[in-house]
């Protein structure tokens, strides 16, 4: 018996899987096509406050742009983005899709976290034993329901908060090719350089745009006396920007005060006015 | 992935498939040329590796409900949706009580889903209300494991 290779033999696929994973990425596109820019936010680092510094872009373009903003909280495992902008379920589900929550400002979000139990972790139905094997795939159809089964409608900005890691932007990206780039988020410190320089490789080695460079706790003031100090020693910041030829969005300080999580200081509007002069 | 009768060197259609509630699927392939039919019959593991990827072998037989893949796969809370099960006017099957009653019992997370699913399948089928039996008789033709 000779065997012929699967090209070799005539006629479409009768199992139809391409042809449904085509059709999934094509239910994304369509879905998105109101919203005027894709821009994920990244760090390869966990605990740089990624998600903080993407509610302040939500919170502060949601201010000043037409047609509204939309936060994507990719963070299945660990999601936190929708406390912060304070959003609240139920969501409803509509003929049209899965309307998002509504959070302050009038952003529009959907997050893990809106549908699971509180304290509780991620959990799938699955047969026992070898999660790893297709933990990954269920991850990134589930983010493709976020992107592609909201009724998200007309948005100038939809940004995607992404866990940590170097691959976020790269899959979505795959996902989701028309992405309009992704911001990078960096604490001062040199460790905190070195994990996001590599993110931001395979970032662009994934054909994603590197919009700008955050730095996040980049030092702290004091509540009592209210002199200002640097929280962690070095300038990731400045040398991310510098090495990759983009520039640095803001840098953003630590906070105590419970009013920082409106995102309203002088740190976090400008680094709002750069982001949008970028995205223009 | 195609199926080649290599007695017949033509690839096979796809014919049917099932999901018996157990964790796995099979599904059935015939060849044009000789009627010799086969089935695949996948295990638990690998049933999951397809269903991650949120497809169907042999195509989709209703439209999709949306963030269906979320709702059939996370492990969410009761509220989470608030979801009337598409409800649509003029021609769109009523329910018996005994089908609200056993509706009632599935997990708030995907009931909402779980009655679009039935109202569409009855809706297709020209079916006016629908009764236990035709959930039983949509579980075996749609393949709706748990619901």
């Known amino acids: 018996m000779s065997f012929r290779t699967y090209f070799e033999v005539a006629g479409a696929d009768r199992s139809r899987l391409e042809h449904e994973l085509l059709a999934q990425r094509d239910r994304v596109a369509t879905r998105l096509n109101t919203v005027e820019r894709v821009v994920a936010v990244m760090s390869g680092k966990g605990g740089v406050g990624k998600s903080h510094v993407c509610a302040a872009l939500a919170g502060g373009a949601a201010r000043l742009v037409q047609q509204g903003v939309g936060v994507v909280d990719a963070d299945l495992r660990s999601p936190t983005v929708s406390r912060m902008l304070d959003a609240r379920g139920p969501l409803i589900v509509t003929d049209d899709g899965v309307s998002p929550a509504v959070a302050i400002e009038r952003i529009r979000v959907v997050s893990m976290d809106l549908l699971i139990e509180d304290r509780q972790p991620l959990s799938w139905r699955e047969p026992d034993g070898d999660s790893y094997l297709w933990r990954g795939a269920q991850e990134a159809g589930a983010l493709r329901e976020f992107l592609g089964d909201v009724a998200w409608g007309s948005l100038d900005v939809l940004l995607i908060d992404l866990p940590p890691g170097a691959d976020g932007a790269m899959d979505l990206a795959a996902l989701y090719p028309n992405i309009a780039g992704a911001v990078a988020v960096t604490i001062p410190s040199e460790e905190s350089g070195r994990s996001v320089a590599r993110t931001i490789r395979a970032s662009l080695a994934g054909g994603v745009t590197l919009l700008g460079v955050v730095e996040n706790m980049s030092g702290c003031t004091c509540a009592a006396c209210g002199s200002h100090g640097p929280l962690f020693a070095g300038s990731a910041g400045d040398e991310l920007a510098e090495e990759f030829g983009v520039p640095l969005l803001g840098k953003i300080p630590f906070r105590t005060a419970k009013t920082a999580s409106r995102f309203t200081g002088p740190e976090e509007k400008a680094l709002v006015e750069r982001f949008l002069e970028v995205l223009a | ?147």
């Open chain 2, 1 to 147: 992935m195609k199926f080649l009768c290599v007695t017949c060197d033509q690839q096979m259609h796809f014919t049917e498939r099932r999901e018996p509630g157990d964790g796995t699927f099979a599904a059935a392939f015939s060849c044009p040329g000789c009627g010799h039919r086969i089935a695949l019959l996948a295990n638990p593991m690998e049933t999951q590796l397809v269903g991650s990827l949120g497809v169907e072998i042999g195509g989709r037989t209703l439209e999709q409900q949306p963030l269906e893949f979320v709702r059939s796969n996370v492990v969410g809370k009761d509220d989470a949706f608030e979801d009337d099960g598409g409800r649509k006017a003029g021609g769109w099957p009523t329910w018996s009580n005994a089908a609200e009653s056993r509706l009632a019992r599935v997990p708030g997370f995907v009931r909402g889903m779980v009655k679009r699913i039935y109202g569409e399948y009855a809706h297709e089928r020209g079916i006016g209300e629908i009764t236990p039996e035709v959930m039983d008789r949509a579980r075996v033709d749609l393949g709706l494991e748990g619901m």
